[in-house]
């Protein structure tokens, strides 16, 4: 499946709670595993879906935030991430919904 999201700019994460949701309900789908994560701009894009991931683990923020920190290269933690994290409903995950990935496996 491939989710087709802008790459991060300072001060614009182009990734929603909703595109976060239809994401993460295809990563957990257990017919779709194993499932390989990238972007193609390196860490933001991803490193926001996981921090939504922890967050649905029912993770602190702290947490999620500072893993991201650990795994991101020396990057820095922007306010939209924190802002992101905030802003995800962990319940609409769990919602059934078809999902609406771009479907170019390969």
């Keep these: 499946m ?5 790459a991060y700019k300072e001060g614009k994460l182009a990734l929603s709670p909703d595109m976060v949701a239809l994401i993460l309900r295809a990563i ?3 017919d779709a595993q194993p499932v390989y994560i990238h972007c ?3 860490i933001e ?5 996981i ?3 922890r967050k649905l683990e029912n993770l602190p923020q702290g947490f999620a935030l500072s893993e991201f920190l650990r795994f991101s290269a020396g990057k820095s933690v922007e306010p939209e991430f924190a802002d ?3 802003a995800f409903d962990p319940s609409v995950v769990a919602a059934p919904a078809k ?3 771009d479907d170019a496996q390969g």
Excluded: E, N, T, W
């Design 51 to 53: 921090i939504c991931l």
């Design 84 to 86: 992101l994290f905030k």
């Design 2 to 6: 491939h989710f087709p999201v802008p």
């Design 99 to 101: 999902c609406q990935a």
């Design 40 to 42: 193609l701009s390196g």
């Design 28 to 30: 957990l789908d257990s």
């Design 45 to 49: 894009v991803v490193g926001a879906v």
